[in-house]
């Protein structure tokens, strides 16, 4: 029996996704899902993964970076663009901060590097799917609001001064945590435990990564909100 059952909000298998051309990686990814009891489909190229999320709505998926058509990152591009928003979980060959770096800023809410740990893998999707259940799970309040930012946590939608902001399930589930703790310096351990929620230690770079990307989308052109408190952490306030 799996350790850990996860669930889609209406009590269903929660929907896995896993394309990679190597049959040998898909089968064995797919296998570990299924033993944790997750509906899987698999794909082994971009086109059949696009046919395939359109008619399963997979809620997390897999990508493999080395497509035989296009690569991972140009299908996310594709499936963001049709409005898809379930987190995507990268598999790269390569151990370099410009491919990780690159994966991350398309769109992507995480990556594994191959070999990889299946233990890992698995604890990494498990993190992805309870965060994203988290934001669907209805609030009586959705509306969280600090100075002119907003984030509507039943749509989704964060907007600054009325300006909308398109931002992944990872940057919206850091911008929550900073959101709800308005004023209050949290430290780069507090984030990992709270917004990647991993089975194993974290690495604090990435929680530095992220907030780089959020300061580009929420504070480009505009009065800083998101501040480093140095040696200490990071805090989000109204901008003065």
Known sequence: MAAETLTRQDGTMVRALVVDDEESITQLIAMALRYEGWDVRSAASGEEALKVIAEFQPDVA???????????????????GQ????PVLFLTALDSVEERVAGLTAG??????KPFSLE????????????????LAS?????LRVGDLELNEDSYEVSRGG?????????FELLRYLMRNSGRVLSKAQILDRVWSYDFDGKPTV??????YLRRKIDAGRP???HTVRGAGYMLKPAE
């Open 224 to 226: 800083a909100m998101i």
């Open 120 to 135: 890992e893998l698995l604890a990494r999707l498990r993190g992805l799917v309870r965060r994203s259940q988290l934001r």
């Open 139 to 143: 609030q009586p309040n959705p509306i």
């Open 163 to 171: 300006e909308l902001i398109q931002l992944t399930n990872t940057e």
């Open 62 to 80: 897999v990508f493999d970076i080395m497509l035989p058509d296009f690569d991972g990152m140009q299908l996310l591009s594709r499936v963001r």
């Open 83 to 86: 409005g898809e928003i379930f």
């Open 108 to 113: 992507g809410d995480d990556y594994v590097v």
């Open 207 to 212: 929680v530095e990564l992220y907030i780089s």
